[in-house]
């Protein structure tokens, strides 16, 4: 999300790759055969799979900007795109949650690491995105999720700091 | 050691430094898991004084427990602790009880604003400090390389390559592992891979660091295609190789390696080693073993040559003189294209291939065979056909003489010419009637018609190799040793002929002027093809090319094989190369051409001048700038990018205004790179307007047409806001486009080609280049016109002859040689009134043109200026304030005791531009906005040398040998190698050449045994021989071995004259340089008495030492000390106040001072006081560093005298102060606004104290000391009690201004503005 963020870019933009080949590896393209007819229809005349895939995380709000020269490459969720991913871990049953909890869950359901929690500079470097800084990449990136919650109304900053994220849009 | 531990002493030693330096208020949230009682026992080591307050939060431990491990550790400083960040905040309101706060958290805390205005590490100051903790550890500093290790993560660390997280998981892999190569190993912990060789050179840690960190981000940014690219290679590679082991172990890497990409983890990084995966990405070409067959030697692709790489590697051949090389290789090439063109004849475009031997070597030339170009040449270049004219409607000259096929096209058969009473007169009658009638005048002899025949006979034998002299001239001409001697022959034939129909000119014209004319005619016309092209209004245009029988066609090649031959045994191979490259440009020796009224009286009749090349050809044309090619491009965008550098402040959008551009899509291309990148951070949006003049019209239409990839670019651009792209559809005069500029003026104006090239004969203007390999030329001073111009005076047989000749049918015998010349003069009123006024168009103006006008007269200042391709390129300003200013901070900083004020700055620079050859740009880096110190230092050094020298040696012309022509010519070697400057001046009545080199440090003098001043002694020596061959009688330099005396010799002369036509030299100057470049260079050259200095600038030492002399060789090199003292005598120039003048200018006045200095924003940020009772200079702008520009109205006097002497300068600004008020006990206090006093204050009170009176106070006392106020307000009370005050205040809206003058950029990027909109202010 961060705009500088080409560790994150330069990484991810084949995940959804990994993930498809991950799941034809394990031949689970046969528990859904239309899905399956649906992307080899996609892909004829195209060069190969992974452009495929590529072009899919794209379309899907996840990667942008989408001209090919721009070099400070990101991903940004699209408003929808983060208004789904709110309300996955943020069911009505419970409205409103910390940012921390909303940032843990964000790691336990999706893997998503955004950079707001203590451990997160130690955990990407495990997983091998050295290069992020808390105070130049990860602090700013957190900011930023606030700031796009916040103008989508899922967010409230209170007062003394605290940061509240629910599902239900509001606006202060 | 575990990473908690690494944190806890990198914060405690952070903390302990803070402390100690006085900090009593430190807070850090989001901290990484830390070992409190690491953290506690390294604060007790530390050291920390009494009274100090420690919250430690989200460490597992609280207060209580804090407590005991300090009391254990024998920390006793600390009296309060807390393992809540909330009571810490509260300890801020009582300072009295916690009068230092030290409060640190793991993650974040919310509800604690206040500690937000604490100071507190950055994660990159802990993974510093860290880094030179463990400098300080045994267990990080067992041996040399260690340490050297982590001093370069420092390094690396500042640049933000490391984060602080990478820094201690590496610290904590190294403790870890054992032995010396423990951190080898560790440092895929760094996101780096594993290398072993990473102290095999202690020299080579830095180096070999960065490498790694290049190929990680290398393998990070590839994109998954391009990998796949890089395994088919490999496996290509594979399949190709004999030696197969090496190729599977690639593959391997490169399974890895994509691994990697996919998952970077320590572990899968510590699978790969450094030098595994270089060979990845530049694997080895296969090699053929030794046991390859014959078979297997074809199937290895041979090295592959084009035509130009072909006329190096046989200019190469020619220097090394492999003459059994070059014979075969001619025959070669000759067989194989005469085999292609005997192939097929289809009048298409093919390849033709041949095999040749480069040093033993077999490679295989591969060129394209044009069918169509050889078509034409055969069918103008016959026994009986000797050039031609075409008339056709294609506009394009190439298209024109494919098309050559056609009934209206003319031959000139030199004994039909169709001119006569009967169209019976031929170029024998013609000649014969010369023969006779001068015979009978008794004035010389018969002969003429005898070289006629002679002529043709020559010519007939050339033609049987016209595809080879076409295709490859110099091969031909080198490998072919009876061609050489038969061109020899025609030239001198030719040369002969010429020279006595030039000769007789006048007598046979008295007799009979129509027979003498038409005979010129006809000679002229031989061996050119003439195309007149029909334009759609009815006019015509007229263009010529040489065929490649035309004697000065074959004279540059001829001429080129036998200079070149066995020269490389005195060459080095920097020389070699200069050479070699020199001999592939294409260069065309011969600027003008008549076109004859021949054949059929259908030719032009007037002189053409030189305007292309095709294929080698030399190719003439009456157009207004026919080039069109992109050189001069790669400048400008180098131009945008320093001025954003320079003016960090600019208004934005940057304004960049484009006229006539060519291939303007590329172009914007290349600039859009600017807001990419690093490159953002200055310059955040672009606006480019593109204009065009009526002359350039097409190129305006171009402009509108983008290809599919640049249309897309662009377009992202604009729909993202950065780009505003306007194409003004409009063509318009210059002077019109440049006038409205200023209505809205921009940052930069880049204006091409707007010089027309027409032929001229002496006078103003600026002659297109030549090789000085094949043209030698005279100094020639034009009184009148106070000008030093170099004019071509060819010794060579035919090139003067062929002049004369032009000259005598043009019927301006007498009056100079005609050439080709680039009207570039009335652009020096264009670049003046742009960017000198008051009211400018424009900051910077950028001209590239085929020529640029002479800088003596312009006022504005030369930034750059350099030749780029075809065109040359100029960059001007007003002055060099921005410039300056930017410098000033090193001076501060490298050299406190010398105190060098932006106009002194400004002047200097002003003085010596000129001799920076690269330019003065070079001195700001691109993506930072600041400059280069080591740079500066060193430009300082040379210039104040220059002015010491100008100051020893009155009169004195002083030129750069680092100009791009000396470099070609003067060099012996890399341009460390060469020294900075030469001097002509008269010493004794005798003419003294001076090479000086100037070596600068910011410390003492230093000695000859030093190794700067060695080598600097060493490269005045080598330049002084290479000048010494330049210089003196050239006769029989040549003949002597002395093969590049020549071209040195050229190059002398243009360095010298250039350096003539500066913009400090008056006319009388002028008039005594003419009078020694002629002695230099005259008819009877004198050799000067050469010397060699090299300079020694101490910038920071006072320290005296005397001359020194060194013998090099037969050279004497004086060494010379400049230390403080001289530099604060050459800053001041006390004769040009004495004197109160300076003959350096050409106005004969005061020397050249510096125009008021101008802010270095954009145009909304000028002010101009309007008070009359003001009298300083004065602008003010609201940049940094203004407050070093006071006026003399705040200089000190009286008894600040010796405050006023210690700065060295005349504005000392220590006397003066503001007063504020009174202490208790009534004491007045004072506010000195002074450069290096504190020029910051700070007025707090509650409502209705007086903030606002003191304020007016305030502004009331600067004025009266002659100071203008600039008062940002967002109080109307301001602005009415300014008003009341003051009768001239001058108010401007910050809405009008496109800017924010409060916005204040951070290292974050972020910005703060508190009054965006209501702000106004007010002068």
């Not at chain 2, 400057?981 to 230093?1006: F, M, N």
Request: one cysteine or more.
């Amino acid at each position: 999300m961060r705009a500088q963020s080409r560790w994150s870019y330069a990484r991810l933009r084949e995940a959804p790759v990994g993930s498809f080949q991950s799941f034809a590896n394990e031949g689970r393209f046969e528990e859904c055969e239309d899905a399956w007819n649906y992307v080899k229809a996609k892909l004829e005349g195209r060069p190969n799979f992974e452009e495929f895939y590529g072009t899919v995380a794209l379309r899907s709000g996840l990667a942008q900007p989408r001209a090919s020269r721009v070099p400070a490459k990101h991903f940004e969720p699209q408003p929808d795109t983060l208004r789904v991913l709110v309300w996955s871990v943020l069911p009505h049953s419970d409205p409103m949650i910390p940012l921390s909890e909303f940032l843990d869950r964000l790691q336990s359901t999706w893997g998503l690491i955004i950079g707001g929690r203590p451990d997160d500079a130690r955990l990407l470097r495990d997983l091998g995105y050295a290069g992020l800084d808390q105070d130049h990449d990860l602090t700013p990136n957190t900011a930023a999720l606030v700031s796009l919650l916040t103008e989508l109304g899922l967010a409230t900053r209170f007062s003394d700091g605290l940061v509240m994220c629910h599902s239900e849009p509001r606006f202060t | 050691m575990k990473r908690s531990q690494l944190t806890s002493e990198a914060l405690a030693a952070w903390t302990c430094k803070a402390l100690a330096e006085g900090e009593v208020s430190l807070a850090r949230q989001e901290l990484p898991d830390l070992d409190p009682r690491s953290f506690i026992r390294a604060l007790a080591s530390g050291g920390v004084p009494k009274g100090v307050s420690l919250a430690l939060v989200g460490f597992d431990e609280d207060a209580r427990e804090l407590e005991r491990l300090a009391r254990r550790a024998g920390l006793s400083g600390i009296s309060h602790f807390a393992a809540n960040l909330h009571e810490a905040a509260a300890w801020q309101n009582d300072r009295q009880r916690h009068p230092v706060i030290v409060a640190y958290a793991r993650g974040t805390v919310t509800g604690v604003n206040t500690l937000r205005h604490f100071d507190g590490p950055s994660s990159c100051d802990l993974a510093l400090t860290l880094l030179g903790w463990a400098l300080k550890q045994p267990t990080f500093t067992g041996t040399e390389a260690h340490k050297r290790l982590l001093e370069q993560l420092g390094v690396l660390v500042q640049n933000d390559e490391f984060s602080f997280e990478q820094v201690r998981a590496f610290l904590e892999a190294w403790s870890e592992g054992s032995g010396n190569g423990a951190p080898r190993d560790a440092l895929p912990a760094l996101g780096l891979l594993r290398d072993p060789n990473l102290f095999a050179e202690a020299c080579l840690i830095s180096d070999r660091l960065e490498q790694n960190v290049a190929l990680m981000a290398t393998l990070r940014d590839r994109s998954a295609s391009h990998m796949s690219g890089l395994e088919k290679r490999i496996h290509q590679s594979l399949a190709k190789a004999k030696n197969k082991a090496d190729f599977r172990a690639l593959v391997k890497t490169f399974e890895k390696l994509q691994n990697i990409r996919r998952s970077p983890t320590p572990d899968a990084l510590g699978e790969v080693t450094l030098d595994e995966a270089l060979k990845v990405f530049a694997p080895p070409r296969p090699e053929p073993d030794n046991t390859t067959t014959a078979d297997d030697q074809q199937e290895d692709e041979p090295t592959t040559l084009n035509e130009k790489r072909l006329q190096r590697t046989c200019a190469d051949a020619l220097l090394d003189n492999r003459n059994e090389e070059l014979e075969s290789n001619a025959e070669a090439l000759s067989q194989s294209l005469r085999a292609a063109l005997d192939d097929g004849d289809d009048g298409g475009h093919d390849e033709w291939v041949c095999e040749v031997q480069i040093k033993g070597d077999e490679q295989t030339l591969k060129a394209s065979l044009d069918r169509g170009f050889v078509a034409w040449v055969r069918h103008f270049c016959k026994v009986e056909a000797w050039g031609g004219l075409i008339e056709t409607s294609l506009p394009d000259l190439k298209h024109a003489l494919d098309d050559f096929d056609r009934p209206e096209t003319l031959t000139l058969n030199p004994e039909r010419l169709g001119v006569g009473q009967k169209g019976e007169l031929s170029v024998s009658t013609l000649l014969a009637g010369w023969d006779d009638d001068l015979k009978a005048q008794g004035k010389g002899k018969r002969g003429r018609v005898a070289l006629w025949q002679r002529f043709k006979e020559l010519r007939s034998q050339l033609l049987d190799s016209l595809e080879e002299l076409t295709h490859f001239p110099l091969e031909w001409f080198a490998g072919k040793s009876n061609v050489r001697s038969v061109v020899e022959n025609y030239l001198k034939t030719c040369g002969q002929l010429f020279g006595l129909v030039a000769k007789h000119y006048g007598a046979m014209a008295q007799s009979d002027p129509n027979w003498a004319k038409t005979t010129l005619e006809a000679l002229l016309a031989l061996d050119v093809v003439q195309v007149r092209t029909a334009l759609p209004d009815g006019r015509r245009s007229s263009k010529a090319v040489l065929l490649p029988t035309h004697p000065l066609h074959l004279w540059r090649y001829w001429r080129l094989s036998k200079l070149l031959r066995g020269l490389g045994k005195e060459l080095n191979p920097a020389d070699r190369k200069a050479v070699i490259e020199e001999a592939g440009v294409p260069i065309q020796f011969l600027s003008v051409i008549y076109a004859s009224p021949l054949p059929g009286k259908k030719g032009a009749a007037q002189v053409l001048p030189v305007a292309n090349d095709l294929y080698s050809l030399a190719t003439f044309e009456n157009l207004r700038n026919a080039y069109n090619g992109p050189d001069g491009q790669s400048a400008l965008v180098y131009s945008v990018e320093r001025f954003a550098a320079a003016h960090r402040l600019h208004v934005s959008p940057l304004r960049l205004v484009l006229v006539n551009p060519p291939q303007a899509g590329a172009l914007l291309l290349e600039l859009l790179k600017l807001l990419d990148g690093r490159k953002k951070r200055l310059v955040e949006k672009l606006r480019v307007e593109v204009r065009g003049t009526q002359a350039q019209e097409a190129r305006l239409k171009e402009a509108l047409l983008f290809d599919t990839r640049e249309r897309e670019i662009i377009e992202e651009k604009v729909s993202s806001g950065r780009l505003e792209l306007v194409v003004n559809r409009e063509a318009k005069p210059l002077d019109e486009i440049l006038a409205e500029l200023k209505e809205r003026p921009a940052h930069l104006v880049a204006v091409f080609d707007e010089a027309p090239v027409s032929v001229r004969r002496g006078g103003a203007g600026q002659r297109l280049p030549m090789s000085p390999f094949c043209v030698r030329r005279k100094v020639a001073f034009h009184r009148r016109w106070n000008e030093l111009r170099l004019e071509p005076v060819a010794g060579d047989p035919p090139f003067f002859e062929f002049i004369e000749l032009i000259k005598h049918v043009e019927g301006n015998e007498g009056e100079g040689t005609p050439y080709a010349w680039a009207e570039a003069e009335a652009l020096r009123e264009s670049v003046d009134s742009v960017v000198s006024p008051e009211n400018f168009g424009s900051q910077w103006f950028f001209l590239a043109d085929r020529a640029l006008p002479e800088e003596g007269a312009m006022k504005a200042q030369r930034l750059l200026r350099r030749r780029e391709g075809q065109r040359q390129v100029l960059l001007a300003a007003r002055d060099y304030g921005a410039l300056a200013r930017l410098m000033k901070p090193v001076f501060e900083e490298d050299t406190p005791n010398l105190l060098m004020p932006v106009a002194q700055l400004n002047e200097l620079l002003g003085e010596g531009a000129h001799l920076i050859g690269a330019g003065l740009l070079d001195l700001v880096k691109s993506q930072e906005g600041r400059v280069v110190p080591v740079k500066v230092i060193g430009l300082i050094g040379t210039l104040l040398a220059a002015r010491d020298f100008i100051q020893r040696h009155p009169g004195a012309l002083l030129v750069s040998t680092d100009s791009q022509l000396a470099r070609t010519w003067l060099r012996l070697g890399t341009q460390g190698e060469r020294c900075d400057l030469l001097g002509v001046y008269e010493s004794g009545g005798k003419l003294v050449g001076e090479c000086v080199e100037i070596k600068t440090t910011k410390g003492a003098p230093r000695p000859l045994t030093d190794s700067d001043i060695s080598n600097a002694c060493k490269q005045v020596a080598a330049t002084l021989a290479a000048v010494r061959e330049g210089l003196g009688d050239m006769t029989n330099a040549e003949e002597a071995g002395q093969f590049l005396a020549a071209p040195r010799n050229e190059m002398l002369k243009e360095v010298l004259v250039q350096g003539c036509m500066g913009r400090f030299a008056s006319d009388a100057e002028r008039s005594c340089w003419a009078g020694w470049l002629t002695q230099l260079f005259g008819p009877t050259p004198e050799m000067p008495d050469l010397r060699g200095t090299v300079v020694d600038v101490a910038l920071g030492s006072a320290e005296g030492k005397p001359e020194e002399n060194i013998t090099i060789g037969e050279m004497t090199v004086c060494l010379r000390h400049l230390n403080e003292v001289d530099v604060e005598r050459l800053l001041q120039r006390p004769e040009d106040v004495e004197n109160g003048g300076d003959t350096r200018n050409e106005n004969g006045g005061d020397p050249p001072r510096p125009t008021a200095p101008q802010p270095s924003g954009g145009p909304a940020l000028q002010f101009v006081p309007s008070q009359p009772d003001v009298e300083a200079p004065t602008c003010v702008s609201v940049s940094e560093g203004s407050s070093d520009r006071l006026p003399s109205g705040m200089s000190g006097s009286g008894s600040d005298s010796a405050e006023v002497a210690s700065t060295g300068g005349t504005q000392s600004t220590a006397a003066w102060s503001v007063t504020l008020g009174h202490t208790k006990d009534g004491q007045p206090v004072a506010w000195p606004p002074t450069i290096r006093g504190n020029p910051h204050l700070m007025i707090v009170g509650l409502s209705g104290m007086g903030k606002t009176t003191c304020l007016i106070n305030l502004c009331r006392q600067l004025h009266a000391g002659g100071v203008a106020p600039i008062v940002f307000s967002y109080h109307d009370d301001i602005d009415e009690r300014l008003s009341e005050l003051f009768s001239n205040v001058a108010r401007h809206d910050c809405r009008d201004l496109g800017f924010n003058p409060m916005r204040i950029v951070g290292s974050s990027g972020k910005f703060w503005s508190g009054v965006r909109i209501s702000l106004g202010f007010a002068v």
